[in-house]
């Protein structure tokens, strides 16, 4: 019975050898850079790099470019205030003002083109 155990120990033994030896080799073409998993995933940490660094980029530009937008509405609403103010300023004019400050136009007819100018 004792010879029996370790002829199955021993090849239980060999078993997990030969095993760990495939693995071995499984996981030394998983890790090769070139051609393997490891290459895969050496490229894609690139293009993580790479794509972090266009987002951080995107992001200070669009933070520029709100602080731009904040400047020119701020600028635009001031203006619309000094328009309100304007349109309020002439509505409070009364009629007899408005004639006044009214500018007459005047036309002209043109001139023929042959017609000399008196000397």
Do not use: W
């Amino acid at each position: 019975m004792q010879i029996f155990a370790d002829a199955l120990m021993g090849m239980a033994t060999l078993g997990a050898a030969i095993y760990c030896f495939v693995l071995s080799r499984r996981l030394k073409r998983f890790n090769q850079l070139e051609s393997g998993m490891g290459g895969a995933i050496a490229v894609l940490s690139a293009q993580v790099d790479d794509m972090t660094k266009a987002l951080n980029r995107a992001q200070a530009t669009a933070a520029g470019s709100a602080q731009q937008l904040g400047a020119v509405t701020e600028r635009a609403e001031q203006a619309a205030q000094r328009l309100e103010i304007m349109l309020a300023s002439l509505h409070d004019l009364s009629d007899e003002d408005a004639e006044a400050r009214r500018h007459r136009t005047v036309r002209r007819r043109a001139r023929p083109a042959n017609v000399e100018a008196a000397e």
